[in-house]
């Protein structure tokens, strides 16, 4: 195999200049290795590596020389010189390929690295603001847009985050920037039309107390709740006209019934006059004239039962708690400076039912006084019983507890009071009928 | 002579049942009131064997309720729940208040006369569904139990959100169990079609109490 020296001018010289060139890449990785501060390990192979290219690369122009000039030749020159040529070019490759790979980790690494500039650069691109003090506001970190919002919104470069959270929170709107909200996390409108808001929390690190003050856009947020609010409310409406309308049912649905009876009555009179006209004009009977009385009798009964059920319901429903109690002997005395029900009557029927009942069953009473008095835009009412048995109290069951918690959903309260009959006393606002 | 007690608001069903009523030997009239509340006075002077009882009364009283109290103090008293309304809960709840039959006052199979006749034999008379009506394009047999629970809050008047409370359901299940009602019926809102659900007296608004609220009253 031929060695260095054998070779041609042209392939040494090339050997050469790659050598040159190998050791120069080499020691810069050296640099950047030694410069980064990374373990000295690291730098150990580049170090041996630039060492060996630079003697090997010395020794060989040392032969070159002697082989062109003719100088004196050192013995590692000569040694050198006359080994394979193809174990320089080896550890060219692997100094070359070395080199590369180096650089290549080194790129990776410095890219990997979170640094303070690529915090900064990180912050920077954030789409909201952000700012970092300390306990007294000296900004530690503050991003592009944080400093771009307070300046536009306070009119001036801020330096300290207390004095820019101060200023954003005593800003009224100006220059097209619109407050909000009075609370504490000011918002604003900006003069894009964007919706920024302001809040700041406090972080504890290492014992040491930071302040971080954040602007978030919120315009889609804020759009739809402007959106869901007025949603809302229109939701609310159509549940109140609702809910009026089903308590209107009811009452539809009786005025229905009225209607169809009044139809029924006219109908059935209607064939009662002409049946009567038939049979004393024309005298021509379809029908025996006992069957005729039959007819105008059903008919009258029928005009008298719908007469009675147009009065108001209400009435009905007393009056047949009044019979009830009358069939078992009691008997209903109303009392008081009023007889209004206040617009509660349901309760006070309730209220009166539950006092009759107990009062038969459990005091033998044949008399129950109801007392109403309205004073100060309230009822007060008290049911009383004249009953015979001492009853020192009373154990509410469904019934009375049910009444008290429909009093008591109505504004009112319910007492029960014993000893010498029992006494119920209700107090009740008084209901504005409509 | 079985005594008869009739309880109902309604004056053509009233006397279609004192007719039945008085065509028979076996039976007698004792009151015909219009107030289920009062019904339990009524029967206090036990002079009451058979009740004829109304569901939906005078000032929105509610016989099944008034019934049920009956049952618990006088459980020889035999009650027979009578109704026009094709609400869906009314057998269900006539069944937990302890009544002893059911009878549809339109479209009742068997006569009442019948119903009566086999209820105070002892038997226990309830008619297999509730009769079938036509909500929008769907029938009220196509609802699911929750869409029901569901149907049944809205028509009290609760909003979407307090529905869901009362279920103990998300938000989000309300509006579907809704969205799925409004595909079956094809009514384009909710508001259309509780009115429809009211006015057929499928539910009745406010005559039932919601169900957390019965689980609380039962505590």
Redesign the interface.
């Known amino acids: 195999m031929i060695s260095f020296l054998q070779c041609n001018p042209i392939t040494r010289a090339i050997i050469i200049s790659l050598l040159i060139a190998a050791f120069t890449g080499l020691l810069f990785l050296l640099i950047i290795r030694w410069t980064s501060k990374r373990r000295p390990c690291s730098c150990l192979i580049p170090a041996l590596l630039v060492l060996t290219v630079g003697i090997i690369w010395g020794a060989l122009i040392d032969a070159q020389n002697n082989f062109d000039l003719g100088l004196s030749l050192s013995f590692i020159g000569e040694w050198l010189g006359n080994l394979p040529w193809v174990l320089h070019v080896l550890l060219l490759l692997v100094s070359g390929i070395y080199c590369g790979f180096g650089f290549w980790r080194e790129r990776i690494i410095a890219k990997r690295e979170i640094t303070r500039d690529s915090i900064r650069e990180a912050l920077d691109n954030l789409p909201r603001g952000l700012c970092f003090s300390d306990g007294k506001g000296i900004p530690l970190l503050t991003n592009r847009r944080m400093y771009q919002l307070a300046e536009e919104a306070t009119g001036r470069l801020c330096r300290n985050a207390e004095e820019m959270w101060q200023g954003l929170s005593e800003l009224e709107g100006q220059k097209g920037i619109e407050r909000l909200n009075k609370e504490n996390t000011p918002t604003f409108r900006w003069t894009d039309g964007n919706v920024w808001q302001f809040y700041r929390t406090e972080l504890t690190l290492q014992n040491r107390r930071y302040i971080q003050t954040t602007a978030t856009d919120i315009t889609r947020l804020y759009t739809l709740t402007e959106e869901l609010e007025k949603n809302n409310a229109a ?2 409406k ?2 109140k ?3 009026n ?3 209107e ?2 009452q539809i ?1 009786q005025e229905e ?1 009225i209607l ?2 009044k139809v029924k009555i006219h109908k059935e009179l209607g064939e009662c006059l002409l049946a009567a006209r038939r049979y004393l004009i024309l005298k021509q009977p379809e029908k025996g004239i006992f069957e005729l009385f039959q007819q105008w009798q059903e008919v009258i009964r029928f005009m008298e ?2 007469l009675k ?1 147009e009065k108001k ?2 009435d ?2 007393m009056r ?2 009044i019979e ?2 009358e ?2 002997g009691c008997t209903i005395i109303f009392e008081g400076s009023t007889q209004e029900d206040a617009g509660h ?2 309760i006070l ?2 209220a009166i ?1 539950e006092a ?2 107990n009062a ?2 459990h005091a033998g009473a044949n008399e129950l006084t109801v007392h109403m008095d309205i004073e100060d835009n309230t009822l007060y009412a008290v049911m009383k019983d004249n009953g015979n048995r001492l009853i020192t109290s009373i154990s509410e069951g ?2 009375l507890s ?1 009444l008290r918690s429909r009093i008591e959903q109505a504004g009112g309260n319910m007492e029960i009071r014993c000893g010498g009959g029992v006494e119920l006393h209700i107090k009740l606002p008084v209901k504005e009928v409509s | 002579m079985t005594r008869v007690l009739i309880v109902d ?4 069903a009233r ?1 279609v049942m004192e007719i039945a009523v008085k065509q028979s030997k076996k039976y007698s009239i004792v ?1 015909t ?3 289920a ?2 019904a ?3 029967c ?2 036990g002079r009451v064997d058979l009740i004829l009882m109304d569901v939906y009364t ?4 509610n016989g099944i309720e008034a019934a049920a ?1 009956i049952k618990r103090d006088f459980p020889h008293i035999k009650i027979i729940i009578v109704t026009s309304m094709p609400e869906e809960s009314f057998i269900r709840k006539a069944q937990e208040a302890g009544c002893d039959s059911f009878w549809y006052k339109d479209v009742g199979e068997e006569d009442l006369l019948t119903v009566m006749d086999r209820t105070m034999a002892g038997e226990s008379v309830y008619p297999d569904d509730v009769p079938v009506i036509k909500i929008g394009l769907a029938k009220s047999t196509e609802f699911t139990k929750r869409e029901l629970d569901v149907l049944r809050e809205l ?1 009290n ?1 609760h ?1 979407q959100k307090d529905t869901a409370d009362i279920l103990g359901i998300k938000y989000d299940s309300v509006r579907t169990h809704l969205k799925s009602i409004l595909i079956k019926t094809g009514y384009d809102t909710p ?1 259309r079609f ?2 429809e659900v ?2 057929k ?1 499928y539910m ?3 005559f039932y109490k919601s169900s957390r609220e019965d689980e609380d ?1 039962k505590e």
């Open positions: 939701l609310d159509q549940y006209r609702l809910k309308l089903l308590n049912i009811v649905t019934a169809a009876s039962s719908t059920e319901t209400s009905y429903a047949e708690l009830a109690a069939a078992l009557y349901p029927k309730n039912r009759m009942t038969i069953r469904s019934g049910t | 608001d309604q004056r053509t006397e009151k009131i219009m107030d509340g009062n339990y006075l009524c206090m002077n005078l000032d929105g009283e109290k028509v008047g909003s508001s509780i009115a009211s006015h007296n009745i608004p406010g009253t």
